[in-house]
Each structure stands twice: as C-alpha cells, then as structure tokens.
C-alpha cells in the first residue's frame, strides 16, 4: 500500500515535471561574416503565464500585426482568442482580425505556399504548434538571436536557425523601444503562442491542484479504513 502511494506520487510529480517540452538551445557553428564561429547557445527564459491576460493580449496584438502576414495559426480561430484572452469580440474584429471578416474562421491568411516558397526559399510553417514543437524558450531565444549579416539577401541571420529565411520583422520595434521593452513585448509575444499551443494549460493545472489536494485528503479516511477491516485479521 506505502510502496503503491508512493510510486503514484513519483509518476505524478515527473509528469509535471516533463510538461514543459521542446528543445534546448545547444551550441552551433555559424557563418558570422563569410567566416565559421562556434557560439554557445543559451535559451533565454521566455515569461510564460497564461494568467496574464494583459500579456496575453498584447501577445495577440503583436502575433497579428508582425506574424500574419506571413505565417498561419490554422488550429486556432480568432472567437478563441477572444473568449480565452477575454477581448470583447467587436474589439477582437476592429484591431485583430485583418485576414477575414467572419470571427469563427481560423487564424489563416491563406498565402499560397509555394509562392511562399519562392519569395522567401521557404515557406513559413504554422506556428499554431510552434512552442509545442520547439519549447517557448527556443522561440523566445530565436525571435532575439537576429543579427546583421551582409551576406543574407534580407542583410539579417540568426544564431539559433543558421541562414534563416525569415526577416527581421520586429527590426523596427527593436530599433524604436528600449531593450527593456523589446523584450518585454517579444516575451508577451511568446507568452501568445504558448497559449495558442494550449489555451487550456491554466486550468488543467489548477484541475491537477484539486486532484492532488483531494487525493491528499482521502488519504486519511482511506488510511484510517485499511486500518479498521484488517484489525481483528492480523
Ligand atoms: C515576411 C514573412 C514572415 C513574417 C512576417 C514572419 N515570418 Fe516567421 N518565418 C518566415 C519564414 C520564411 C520562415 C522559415 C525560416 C527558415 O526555416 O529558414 C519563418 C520561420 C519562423 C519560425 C521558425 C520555425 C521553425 O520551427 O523552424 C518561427 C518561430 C517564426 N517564423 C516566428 C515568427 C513570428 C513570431 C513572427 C511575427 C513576429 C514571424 N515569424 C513573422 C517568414 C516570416
């Protein structure tokens, strides 16, 4: 009985613990300049906390006015941020909605990929997913890691995706705030995408509390029971 309490708490505890996903950041070798350099890359700590509305918004303001255009959030439709993100949906239609008018549809400019494809040597995938795929920190370190690079048709690379495809598209934000709020508006960005990942995250973890406090409290009356029916037995 010990033996099987404790083992359900391990498999619990290690499953939270396993929850946050995706990839480190590693270390790469990177053209800087025509020439090789190994940098050591540390992923930044993207500010994730799906309870900030605020940041949340300001997320979702910032992934439809610089993302958009380019890439798709096909999973998600616009009514969902405005109902998860708690933006009355007439503002979400004025200020957020700019590839269709129908609050239902999907976050999806519809840009023919293969032109895509050709405009850029890549098409921009989905980033419904992306923090699931790569971990928010990556996507945090990534949107920083731009830098200058003469050799790259946008004069731009990145340290973490190697002859990266994408422009700098925030280089006008970075250039026009201070450094502070840059990474403040590039964290709330992320902080977006995570929830657009898994809009449900907070309340399964506030669910996951009430499980365990539970569990926590029918310890005691169930421990008590085990007691009373094997006391004349033993
Ligand atoms: C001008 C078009 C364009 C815009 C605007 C744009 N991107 Fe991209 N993005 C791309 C292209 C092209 C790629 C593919 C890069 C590659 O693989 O080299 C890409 C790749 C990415 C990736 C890496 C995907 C992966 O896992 O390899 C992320 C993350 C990303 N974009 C996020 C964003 C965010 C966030 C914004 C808004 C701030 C944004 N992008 C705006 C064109 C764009």
């Not at 269709?100 to 405009?119: C, F, N």
């Not at 050799?151 to 970075?174: D, F, T």
């Amino acid at each position: 009985m010990k033996k099987f309490l404790l083992g359900a708490f391990f498999l619990i505890g290690s499953s939270f613990a396993s929850a946050a996903g995706g990839e480190g950041c590693g270390s790469k070798v990177v053209m800087v300049d025509g020439k090789e350099q190994t940098v050591a890359l540390e992923c930044s700590h993207a500010p994730i906390d799906h309870d900030d509305k605020a940041s949340l918004q300001n997320g979702a303001r910032m992934f439809m006015s610089y993302c958009v255009g380019c890439h798709s959030a096909k999973y998600v439709r616009y009514s969902a941020v405005a109902e998860g993100l708690d933006i009355p949906p007439e503002l979400v239609e004025t200020y957020l909605m700019f590839t269709t008018d129908k609050i239902g549809d999907y976050i999806d400019p519809q840009i023919d990929k293969a032109a895509q494809a050709k405009w850029f040597g890549k098409a921009p995938p989905d980033l419904s997913l992306e923090t699931r795929l790569r971990g928010s920190d990556w996507v945090y370190t990534y949107l920083l890691s731009f830098y200058p690079d003469a050799s790259r048709p946008y004069g731009v690379n990145n340290y973490l995706l190697p002859n990266v495809a994408m422009p700098h598209v925030l280089n006008e934000l970075q250039e026009s705030t201070s450094r502070e709020e840059y990474r403040k508006d590039v964290g709330d960005l992320v902080n977006f995408m995570s929830w657009m990942g898994d809009p449900v995250m907070s309340i399964r973890h506030k669910i996951g509390w009430f499980v365990l406090l539970f569990l926590a409290i029918m310890f005691i009356p169930i421990y008590l029971l085990n007691r009373e029916f094997w006391k004349d037995i033993k």
